[in-house]
């Protein structure tokens, strides 16, 4: 395998595209806000004088069921603005008042809920964009979208702010009034003007619609699709307040393995301090990440660990900036925020390690550059043999063209302190790297080329981390190409690493088809992908490679239809038990299995108020077999509760000496929303591959924007025997002030 020769051959590909190609798209639509003295009352009723002579951006194009037609409800934004606040106006047509909305709590589920949202590209690098929504009832929503929404992973909907919004309902049609202070935004001083997104979820008609015409292929919220809002008189400073979030929080915890009982009360906080028109200083100290919300579980029949998403709001803002270097797959990335708070003890379990405090300056330097640093550090936790550690990142990163940009970083670890319990080896570990992100104005075409080196005590020759990817959209065609190489000296300890020594290549291809009568079925699509894996200090051994193809129907009425066929070979590198049964006869290391699977999976329409997704697996399964099963059931009293339960089963059937399982996960959910600031949700999760069964309950006061008082129960079961594990009753409080 010449791996030197591919990269270059790819690099080569990209160089001549990027200096060869130029793609425009159409002259873009503009919008205009009109500058204004007088009162807006917020109250959802678009009777102001400013709402009758305004700019309006109408004519919406739809995106679903097809994307080159007039949307047949239309939707009519007008945006005006005063020396402190931004207000936009919205007239969004109906066919009556049946609307999809979930429940009464912020932060909805957009593809959910009956809504308009609108993307602020306030820099115009067409990859960063403050984003706001609001349902026919008023439930408002903010996120924060990076990496130009190439991805569902690019919007952060953990972000908050400060706005307001109110909305009011007709016969025919909802208004929708939003009052956005410029103090929750970021922007450049003097600018004249934005890029702007709109976009709707019409759920009850089964429409998506979007101002700017945009490709079915691509994500609804892409920013390579935007249009232009002028100003009429230059904005003015961002002029973002000094932000305080202290919090108090007491608790008491018994764990019955040790039968120990903890009694917990801590103060804290945060700060966010403004650093000119785009940067954030954020600091913590002693900060709470209790459990006042619980991590999804899910059933695990891979060797290699999970990526779980951070929900902390300290690394939330500007979170692109330090945690896309790497790869596009996992395979290796160098800033993981989760990381961080957590540690091995001396029975290598994860346990939570004290935060004492740290600080996070990031955002835009100016149009073209951006720069993050963070610094935070951890207690030293000597029973456990936890060292105290300094925790270190810097990103700069530089825009190139239209929506490209090259950045660079170091990542640092650095144990502090004499401990006769400390390794050599482990006092620091750094990671050095540099990355390229290719997106062409109509993203068309996206890569991603880096090259990463770790450093540890007495470890610095190779320890390589590198990626070449290129993916082609468009026409109703997505073709993509990979090659990865991981080290295996290549170290990462605040990073996300599931495995070393391996050289990946993949393909992709993807191809959406419409029916000449769309009477029923909306869009055929067929996708193939190839990986495959090699062992590079094993004379590039083959060890993984698998073949997955998948057909779906998408229907009008939102249902989707899908099956497909996976092969797979797999080399085990070490011992492995994919039932996870303690004590039970690994399947053996050196050995090669190939085996298959079918799926095929349903999801019904989000309009009804009764939902539900199924799907089956059967096939081989190393050197047995397996067969899966999964339902997921959800009704809705709208829009004051909603009741779901999801049920997964997986079936391993593997000959003598090796075990069989049932593996069994069970997720019942209450969410009441009593009004817009009372909310009470209760999460059940049954796992017998965990042996746990685990209670999350709370209930959550927002008594003032952003600020809220939580009481949280949480109790954890063993599944075996049904005997207690770990409880604990939290109750906190937390309040956002700004000066």
Do not use: C
């Amino acid at each position: 395998m010449k791996y030197p020769t591919l990269l270059k051959s790819i690099y080569l590909v990209i160089i001549l595209m990027q200096a060869s190609a130029i793609i425009a798209q159409d002259i873009p639509k503009s919008l205009t806000a009109r500058f204004i003295t007088e009162e807006i009352k917020l109250d959802g009723v678009l009777d102001e004088a400013i709402w009758q002579s305004a700019d309006i951006a109408s004519e919406f194009w739809q995106y679903f069921p097809t994307d080159s037609t007039q949307a047949q409800y239309q939707t009519k934004v007008s945006i005006a603005y005063n020396e402190t606040t931004l207000y936009v106006g919205i007239w969004a047509e109906t066919s009556g008042e049946d609307y999809v909305v979930s429940s009464l709590r912020r932060d909805y589920r957009g593809g959910r809920n009956d809504n308009v949202s609108i993307l602020f590209d306030t820099f115009n690098d067409g990859t960063n964009a403050f984003g706001f929504g609001m349902t026919p009832y008023g439930v408002r929503r903010e996120f924060l979208v990076s990496t130009g929404g190439a991805s569902r992973s690019s919007f952060n909907m953990t972000w908050d702010v400060k706005w307001q919004g109110e909305s009011k309902i007709y016969d025919d049609h909802y208004t929708i009034e939003m009052a956005i202070p410029f103090t929750s935004l970021k922007f450049k001083e003097g600018a004249t003007s934005w890029q702007i997104r709109p976009y709707r979820f019409n759920i009850q008609s089964n429409e998506f619609s979007s101002w700017i015409r945009t490709p079915q292929s691509q994500l609804l919220g892409s920013l390579a699709f935007v249009g232009q809002l002028n100003f009429e008189k230059p904005l003015g400073k961002s002029r973002t307040p000094l932000a305080f979030i202290p919090y108090v929080n007491t608790a008491v915890q018994k764990d019955f393995e040790i039968d120990k009982t903890d009694r917990n009360f801590s103060v804290g906080g945060d700060a966010k301090i403004a650093i000119g028109n785009g940067m954030n200083l954020d600091l913590t100290a002693n900060p709470d990440f209790s459990n006042v919300e619980v991590d999804a579980i899910f059933t695990n029949l891979t060797r290699f660990e999970l990526r779980l998403p951070e929900r902390r709001q300290f690394f939330i803002d500007n979170s692109d900036l330090f945690a896309s270097f790497g790869n596009f797959f996992n395979e290796a990335r160098p800033f993981f925020s989760r990381r961080i708070g957590l540690a091995r003890d001396t029975a290598d379990n994860l346990i939570q390690n004290r935060i004492i405090g740290g600080a996070r300056l990031s955002g835009k330097l100016n149009e073209d550059w951006r720069l993050g640093v963070l610094n935070i550090q951890t207690g030293r936790d000597t029973i456990n043999e936890i060292p105290s550690n300094n925790n270190m990142m810097f990103a700069l990163q530089r825009k190139i063209a239209q929506r490209s940009n090259i950045g660079v970083f170091m990542v640092n670890r650095e144990a502090f302190g004499n401990s006769d319990f400390l390794e050599t080896s482990e006092k620091y570990n750094r990671v050095i790297g540099a990355d390229y992100n290719l997106a062409t104005a109509d993203n068309a075409w996206t890569g991603r080329f880096y090259l990463h080196k770790s450093l540890q005590p007495d470890d610095t020759k190779g320890n390589f981390s590198s990626q070449s990817t290129l993916t082609y959209n468009a026409n109703n065609n997505v073709f993509a190409i990979e090659a990865t190489y991981v080290d295996t000296e290549f170290q990462a300890d605040l990073g996300f690493v599931p495995r070393t020594d391996i050289f990946k290549a993949g393909a992709f291809a993807q191809r959406f088809f419409s029916p000449k009568r769309k009477n029923i079925i909306n869009r055929y699509q067929g996708e193939i992908l190839y990986i495959m894996y090699w062992k590079p200090t094993d004379n590039f051994k083959m060890t993984d490679y698998f073949i997955n193809t998948e057909w779906r129907l998408d229907f009008k009425n939102q249902t989707q239809l899908r099956s497909g066929f996976t092969h797979d070979y797999v080399l085990l590198t070490d011992d492995f038990d994919p039932t996870g049964t303690d004590g039970a006869t690994p399947l053996p290391s050196g050995t090669g299995y190939f085996f298959n699977t079918l799926r095929l999976g349903y999801r019904s329409s989000p309009a009804k108020a009764f939902t539900y997704e199924a799907n089956t697996t059967i096939g081989s399964f190393y050197n047995g077999n397996r067969y899966g099963a999964g339902v997921e059931l959800a009704y809705r009293v709208q829009p004051w509760a909603q009741f779901s339960l999801a049920m997964n089963y997986d079936g391993i059937r593997l000959p003598d000496p090796h075990p069989d399982a049932d593996l069994w996960l069970l997720t019942p959910r209450v969410d009441i929303t009593f009004t817009k600031s009372i909310f009470w949700s209760t999460l059940i999760q049954y796992s017998n591959q965990r042996d746990n069964l685990g209670i999350n309950s709370r209930l959550q006061w927002r008594f003032a924007p952003l600020s809220d008082l939580f009481l949280v129960y949480n109790d954890n079961y063993f599944t075996q025997d049904f005997g207690p594990r770990f409880r604990s009753v939290n109750l906190k409080l937390s309040y956002w002030l700004n000066i």
